[in-house]
């Protein structure tokens, strides 16, 4: 099987990022943006995925980090979307049960060409290190509607807002890396009775 990459750069007079992915990775990133705890998160996604991901991001957080963080989740779906090509093959479905100490969170996705996401996570602190909290349903939503992905994203054991968050974003990479993953028997098949996705 060959290996699945791709280069993508999303500039808007917001934001600018720019991307390099490897879906048969090591779990390597390369990930700067203007806030060190969502470049943190994003690490986590990237191990824990395996995946090799370059992710360069600048945006205007001086207005506020709201199209930053989003932005980075469309521009994630949008090379994502690249680097499946015609998608012949994936498991199209994975999940994952994370725990980090006294949390646990769950991940499912299906990529199947609707966006949705059900987002059941609930955040104490407007602020997570440097991240405002409110902005990772953005990012998952921004994600979902460029990959055209349903997503269900739950704390089923919250606990410390850093543990709950970054259980989340591990759990993430574990669910996409499942997805994402090839089924040898079926590389001329695409994942859906209705022959498209």
Same mark, same amino acid.
């Given at each position: 099987?060959?290996?699945?990459? %791709?280069?993508? $750069? #999303?500039?808007?007079?917001?934001?600018?990022?720019?991307?390099?992915?490897?879906?048969?990775?090591? !779990?390597?990133? *390369?990930?700067?943006?203007?806030?060190? +705890?969502?470049?943190?998160?994003?690490?986590? +996604?990237?191990?824990?995925?395996?995946?090799?991901?370059?992710?360069?991001?600048?945006?205007? =957080?001086?207005?506020?980090?709201?199209?930053?963080?989003?932005?980075?989740?469309?521009?994630?779906?949008?090379?994502?979307?690249?680097?499946?090509?015609?998608?012949?093959? =994936?498991?199209? %479905?994975?999940?994952?049960?994370?725990?980090?100490?006294?949390?646990?969170?769950?991940? %499912?996705?299906?990529?199947?060409? $609707?966006?949705?996401?059900?987002?059941?996570?609930?955040?104490?602190?407007?602020? =997570?290190? *440097?991240?405002?909290?409110?902005?990772?349903?953005? +990012? +998952?939503?921004?994600?979902? $509607?460029?990959?055209?992905?349903?997503?269900?994203? #739950?704390?089923?054991?919250? !606990?410390?807002?850093?543990?709950?968050?970054?259980?989340?974003?591990? %759990?993430?990479?574990?669910?996409?890396?499942?997805?994402?993953?090839?089924?040898?028997?079926?590389?001329?098949?695409?994942?859906?009775?209705?022959?498209?996705?």
């Amino acid at each position: 099987m060959k290996v699945r990459k %791709a280069s993508h $750069r #999303r500039k808007t007079r917001e934001t600018d990022i720019a991307i390099d992915l490897t879906l048969e990775g090591s !779990g390597h990133g *390369d990930i700067k943006t203007p806030i060190p +705890f969502f470049s943190h998160l994003l690490d986590n +996604f990237t191990r824990h995925g395996g995946f090799d991901l370059r992710l360069r991001v600048k945006g205007d =957080i001086e207005v506020d980090q709201h199209h930053t963080v989003e932005d980075t989740g469309i521009a994630l779906g949008e090379a994502f979307e690249k680097a499946l090509g015609d998608k012949k093959g =994936i498991n199209r %479905a994975g999940y994952f049960v994370f725990p980090m100490d006294e949390c646990l969170s769950v991940v %499912a996705v299906d990529i199947s060409g $609707r966006q949705f996401v059900n987002f059941d996570v609930e955040f104490k602190k407007e602020r =997570i290190g *440097d991240l405002e909290s409110d902005l990772v349903k953005h +990012f +998952f939503e921004g994600f979902s $509607r460029s990959l055209k992905a349903t997503l269900h994203v #739950r704390a089923l054991y919250p !606990g410390n807002e850093h543990h709950k968050t970054e259980s989340l974003f591990k %759990a993430f990479g574990k669910a996409m890396k499942m997805a994402c993953s090839q089924d040898k028997r079926l590389l001329k098949e695409l994942p859906s009775t209705k022959g498209k996705l």
